[in-house]
T-cell receptor
Framework: AQSVSQHNHHVILSEAASLELGCNYS??????LFWYVQYPGQHLQLLLK??????LVKGIKGFEAEFIKSKFSFNLRKPSVQWSDTAEYFC???????????FGSGTKLNVKP | NAGVTQTPKFQVLKTGQSMTLQCAQD?????MYWYRQDPGMGLRLIYY???????DKGEVPNGYNVSRLNKREFSLRLESAAPSQTSVYFC???????????FGEGSRLTVL
């Protein structure tokens, strides 16, 4: 089975601090990569995705992620977090041409005002 | 624009009882999924259906059954609920073109 690792389980930041959340996956072939966000009490929503092309992808609300194929990584970044970014963030991997999505265990981000 | 709708939102069961979680999507997606979310474990795939008429096991299928009734609907059944099945269950559907998953709002199930 494929695995998706998110190294930080719980991150606490002050507003305006920079954010980087790590994500690594184990599959060696072609993948589609996603970051989803789950705000308190809500369902998961897509933050950004990478399919091909420019490895630096931009998503909603100022988030971006960089795909580094040699490191099997897809780290999420935001230069300056806001209190409203408090949520749980999930990295997900879909193997190309297959229908299964594999999720990491999630990172809870708590932004202090 | 309902998207993915799942019912019920909350349910309390006693050990051994059965129940069915219903899910429907109105986006004409071929693929549908059932996940469970537990603290510290992320989302784990229970079953999925790549297209109408097909279903496949995911990572944690034991204790569950599914039915892909038609293209819109994908139900999850617990035949004999156990406390280990206490969880939040999410239904999702997938756009074959973009690969993006669209999630329902979740069903919180407690088994006593």
């Amino acid at each position: 089975a494929q695995s998706v690792s998110q190294h930080n389980h719980h991150v606490i930041l002050s507003e305006a601090a920079s954010l980087e959340l790590g994500c690594n996956y184990s599959y060696g072939g072609t993948v589609n990569l996603f970051w989803y966000v789950q705000y308190p009490g809500q369902h998961l929503q897509l933050l950004l995705k990478y399919f091909s092309g420019d490895p630096l992808v931009k998503g909603i609300k100022g988030f971006e992620a960089e795909f580094i194929k040699s490191k099997f990584s897809f780290n999420l970044r935001k230069p300056s977090v806001q209190w409203s970014d408090t949520a749980e963030y999930f990295c997900a991997v879909k193997i190309y041409n297959f229908n299964k999505f594999y999720f990491g265990s999630g990172t809870k981000l708590n932004v202090k005002p | 624009n309902a998207g993915v709708t799942q019912t019920p939102k909350f349910q309390v069961l006693k050990t051994g009882q059965s129940m069915t979680l219903q899910c429907a999507q109105d986006m004409n997606h071929n693929s549908m999924y059932w996940y469970r979310q537990d603290p510290g474990m992320g989302l784990r795939l229970i079953y999925y259906s790549a297209s109408e008429g097909t279903t496949d096991k995911g990572e944690v299928p034991n204790g569950y059954n599914v039915s892909r009734l038609n293209k819109r609907e994908f139900s999850l059944r617990l035949e004999s609920a156990a406390p280990s099945q206490t969880s939040v269950y999410f239904c999702a559907s997938s756009d074959g073109n973009t690969g993006e998953l669209f999630f329902g709002e979740g069903s919180r199930l407690t088994v006593l």
